[in-house]
């Protein structure tokens, strides 16, 4: 039976290390179906999306040992990775099936700065695209560019009190624009997501642009004011991952079939659900019976031990 302990404290740490299989946040934000930050979770084509990420908090040369708050080394912040880049997630509403991202490189009200093309991949377009009261505010477009032309009919007027001149002359980064302009102020373009989509920046012929949300709220609100970032608007795939949540397991996927899993525990995965209340219950259907009690006895001990410790 002592052997039997040994065996027990070799694979103790294999098994206990890796029980917190699905992490369930990052930072102050809910991680939950379809959305994961570990491998195997949520719903796979989701898969790699997401990323919880240590963001180095630069330190204050100010700080003193009276302020001690000011010396945390890190933050941690969440992740949303498309082929242009990584975009910080601000949050994410599971009642509404948003998520909004926010992208540090893009111009606001308030910074003025190059632009930088926003790009989803094909599953990302499909699955997770801009929401439909997300805007895309083109800056600074020459008298060639497309969306004065051929395609002019791509930009629509926001709302009766909102105009590309308040932008430009509410604005303080944008007041530049103006400032340069002899006589009339350089065209500017509020267009959706499917523009960008198509044209890149360079083809569309505007040197800057922003991005904001909640465009249908925006009656009688200053530019300074608007929500900038992007909105997502994502799908839910309906795979029974709420079977096997209401009997207390994680939804996730096979990392190789990418075949969806209910996660029980460390060491147990079931296709669908997990067991009432027991662990030999949430072994896969089908195989449960396969499986000696003695094997099982050993399971319950790790686990007990690995709760226990
Ligand atoms: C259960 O599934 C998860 C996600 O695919 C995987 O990481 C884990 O190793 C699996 N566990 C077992 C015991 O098969
Ligand atoms: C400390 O902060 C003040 C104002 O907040 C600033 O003027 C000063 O340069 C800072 N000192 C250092 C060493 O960064
Ligand atoms: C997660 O995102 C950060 C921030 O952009 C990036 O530096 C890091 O490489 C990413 N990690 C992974 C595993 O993709
Ligand atoms: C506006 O666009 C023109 C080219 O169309 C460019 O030369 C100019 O630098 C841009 N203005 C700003 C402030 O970037
Ligand atoms: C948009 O607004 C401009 C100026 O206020 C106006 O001339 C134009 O007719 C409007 N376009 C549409 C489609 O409402």
């Given amino acids: 039976m002592s052997s039997l302990f040994l065996v027990y404290l070799f694979l103790l740490p294999f098994f206990c290390h890796s029980l917190p299989l699905c992490r369930n946040a ?29 963001a180095f908090v630069p330190l204050s040369t100010n700080a003193t040992s009276s302020n001690r708050d000011l010396t945390t080394p890190s933050a941690t912040d969440l992740f949303f990775q498309t082929p242009s880049g990584s975009y910080k997630v601000e949050s994410i509403d599971y009642s509404s099936k948003t998520l909004t991202i926010y992208d ?22 499909a ?5 439909p009261d997300t805007v895309f505010a083109l ?11 051929h395609y002019k009919n791509l930009c629509f007027n926001l709302s009766s009190d ?5 932008l430009y002359g509410s604005c303080t980064s944008f007041k530049i624009f103006q400032m340069l302009a002899n006589d009339t102020p350089p065209a500017c373009c509020f267009t959706s ?22 465009a249908d709220k925006l009656k009688g609100e200053k530019p300074l004011d608007w929500s900038y970032g992007i909105k997502l608007s994502y799908g839910l795939p309906d795979t029974g991952c709420d079977r096997c949540r209401r009997s207390g397991g994680a939804c996730g996927f096979d990392v190789e079939t990418e075949g969806t899993v209910c996660i029980c525990s460390a060491t147990v995965n ?3 659900e997990c067991g009432a209340g027991t662990v030999a219950g949430g072994i896969g259907e089908g195989h449960g019976g396969l499986l000696l009690p003695s094997l099982l006895l050993h399971l319950f001990t790790i686990l007990f031990t690995c709760i226990f410790l």
């Fill in 104 to 125: 540090p490189s893009m111009s606001t009200c308030t910074i003025l700065q190059p632009h930088h093309d926003f790009v989803l991949s094909d599953v990302q377009s």
């Fill in 127 to 131: 699955l997770i695209p801009p929401s």
């Fill in 270 to 272: 079931s296709t669908r």
């Fill in 26 to 54: 990052c930072g102050n934000i809910q991680i939950d179906y379809p959305f994961a930050i570990d491998d195997g979770c949520g719903a796979p084509l989701y898969r790699n999306m997401l990323n919880c990420s240590a």
């Fill in 162 to 166: 909102h105009s590309c001149d308040e």
């Fill in 193 to 214: 997501y499917s523009t960008v989509k198509f044209m890149s920046m360079n083809i569309l012929d505007c040197t800057h642009y922003t991005t904001f949300y909640d």
């Fill in 139 to 149: 800056m600074n477009c020459s008298i060639d560019s497309p969306v004065l032309n």
